[in-house]
T-cell receptor, first 115, second 111 residues
Framework: DSGVTQTPKHLITATGQRVTLRCSPR?????VYWYQQSLDQGLQFLIQ???????AKGNILERFSAQQFPDLHSELNLSSLELGDSALYFC??????????????FGSGTRLTVV | EDQVTQSPEALRLQEGESSSLNCSYT??????LFWYRQDPGKGPEFLFT???AGEEKEKERLKATLTKKESFLHITAPKPEDSATYLC????????????FGGGTRLMVKP
C-alpha cells in the first residue's frame, strides 16, 4: 500500500457520459498529480494541484477538469466520454510543489473503460 | 520540448543473465532523472533519483547511472521477480513538478 488511495479501481461507462475519479494523497503530502496511461501514449501528465491551487497543466482536454479540496483529496472529472478516453488514470502525491526531494508516490490507478 | 526515449521496448532475459536498460533524454537544464518500476495493473513504484552526471545509485540487483545525455539501469543476475516495466522520467521546467516519462522497457526474466 503506497498510501495514495484511488477510487474506484475499475469503471465501465458509455460514450457521452461523465465520471468522477477520486484520489486521497499520502498523509502529509500537499501536491496531487493526475496522469493518464494508455497503451499508445504511455504515461501523460494531466494536471497538478498544490494545497488546493492549480500549479501546472499538461495536455489535459477541455472535457476534463480537476480540483483539490480543503482536506487535500482531489477529484478528476471526465465528461462527454469518448472511446479514446479508455485508459488507466493515476494519481500521485508529494510533499513539495516544486523541486524534487524524491519521486512522487503513485496510487494503484483507476481503469476506465468507455464502451 | 523535453523528450525521453527508452530502449529496448522489451527485453527477455534468462535468470542470472545480466543486462542494461537505456534512457536517453533531451531537456534544458536537468533537474534530476527518475527511475520507476511498474507491475501490470499497478502504479509506478519509485526506485531512484539521479541528479548529476557520474552519479550512481544501487538497490539490490539494480544500479542506475547517469551521463549528460542518458541513464542506464543495470540489472545484475536478475530473478523472475524483477520482471516488470521500468520507466524513466525527467522533470519539466514549468512552475510545477510534472514528470515527462519515457515509453518504458518491459523486462521479462525467465527461470
Amino acid at each position: 500500500d503506497s498510501g495514495v488511495t484511488q477510487t474506484p479501481k475499475h469503471l465501465i461507462t458509455a460514450t457521452g457520459q461523465r465520471v468522477t475519479l477520486r484520489c486521497s494523497p499520502r498523509s502529509g503530502d500537499l501536491s496531487v498529480y493526475w496522469y493518464q496511461q494508455s497503451l499508445d501514449q504511455g504515461l501523460q501528465f494531466l494536471i497538478q494541484y498544490y494545497n488546493g491551487e492549480e500549479r501546472a497543466k499538461g495536455n489535459i482536454l477541455e472535457r476534463f477538469s480537476a480540483q483539490q479540496f480543503p482536506d487535500l483529496h482531489s477529484e478528476l472529472n471526465l465528461s462527454s466520454l469518448e472511446l479514446g478516453d479508455s485508459a488507466l488514470y493515476f494519481c500521485a502525491s508529494s510533499v513539495f510543489s516544486y523541486g524534487f526531494q524524491g519521486g512522487y508516490t503513485f496510487g494503484s490507478g483507476t481503469r476506465l473503460t468507455v464502451v | 520540448e523535453d523528450q525521453v526515449t527508452q530502449s529496448p521496448e522489451a527485453l527477455r532475459l534468462q535468470e542470472g543473465e545480466s543486462s542494461s536498460l537505456n534512457c536517453s533524454y533531451t531537456v534544458s537544464g536537468l533537474r534530476g532523472l527518475f527511475w520507476y518500476r511498474q507491475d501490470p495493473g499497478k502504479g509506478p513504484e519509485f526506485l531512484f533519483t539521479l541528479y548529476s552526471a557520474g552519479e550512481e545509485k544501487e538497490k539490490e540487483r539494480l544500479k542506475a547511472t547517469l551521463t549528460k545525455k542518458e541513464s542506464f539501469l543495470h540489472i545484475t543476475a536478475p530473478k523472475p521477480e524483477d520482471s516488470a516495466t521500468y520507466l524513466c522520467a525527467v522533470p519539466g521546467n514549468n512552475a510545477g513538478n510534472m514528470l515527462t516519462f519515457g515509453g518504458g522497457t518491459r523486462l521479462m526474466v525467465k527461470p
